[in-house]
């Protein structure tokens, strides 16, 4: 089963234009990662943000956390032909075994 | 080599045949992970090794499936009377832990049923 929802399904911006994803997630969490997978390819690890952080940056990516309303954003800042991708939220569930559970996905094409 | 390595990449068979599907993964690392994703969707979560034991095999459909880490590292995902809707990538990963932290995944084994 899928813990995750992840929003907007597709996304197609202009290269330079900021990207923005949402995931919400259904049960109480230890850490949230970000990954993402190119077509045919495997996952790759963007980012990860544990519970009791809010807000966390790498590079152009910013992601959000907010428990409360158990959802994350990613954030691609000055997106470039190459970010074009699937990205996905994955949550642990709380759980110690680093199983995670995969969102939906948000498939982003950057335009050049 | 320095990441998950998963063979076949791709695998055509017909439904009923039985299939086994290798991952070899990082070096040192103990726990593994197997992840079925079907066209459009994120990975399902199938069954986690640490060291030689399934810690979890929640996500196993049913009993036509089946995993194996004999010695710690190598793992073979063994599906048996294959049905069209076995049909995905399967994708395995592996961590340093198997605890908080990222998962490395391999490029994933395309299993076609006919």
């Known amino acids: 089963s899928q813990q995750g929802e992840e929003d907007p399904q597709a996304l197609s911006i202009q290269e330079g234009e900021n990207a923005t994803m949402n995931c919400s997630y259904k049960?109480?969490?230890?850490?949230l990662q970000w990954y993402r997978q190119n077509s045919g390819r495997g996952l790759v690890h963007l980012i990860l943000i544990r519970s009791n952080e809010r807000e966390k940056h790498s590079g152009r990516l910013r992601v959000t956390l907010d428990t409360s309303k158990k959802s994350s954003s990613l954030l691609i800042t000055a997106s470039r032909a190459a970010d074009t991708a699937s990205y996905f939220c994955?949550?642990?569930?709380?759980?110690?075994?680093?199983?995670?559970?995969f969102g939906q996905g948000t498939t982003l094409q950057v335009k050049p | 080599g320095a990441g998950v390595s998963q063979t076949p990449s791709n695998k055509v068979t017909e439904k009923g045949k039985y299939v086994e599907l290798r991952c070899d993964p990082i070096?040192?690392?103990?726990?593994l992970y197997w992840y079925r994703q079907s066209l459009g969707q994120g990975p399902e979560f199938l069954i986690y090794f640490q060291g030689t034991g399934a810690a979890d095999d929640s996500g196993l459909p049913n009993d036509r499936f089946f995993a194996v880490r004999p010695e710690g590292s190598v793992s073979t995902l063994k599906i048996q009377r294959t049905e069209r809707g076995d049909s995905a990538v399967y994708l395995c990963?592996?961590?340093?832990?198997?605890?908080?932290?990222?998962?490395?995944f391999g490029e994933g084994s395309r299993l076609t049923v006919l």
């Open positions: 990963a592996s961590s340093s832990q198997g605890g908080v932290g990222e998962l490395f």
């Open positions: 994955a949550t642990d569930g709380s759980s110690n075994t680093g199983k995670l559970i």
């Open positions: 070096s040192g690392h103990t726990a």
């Open positions: 049960t109480s969490i230890n850490n």
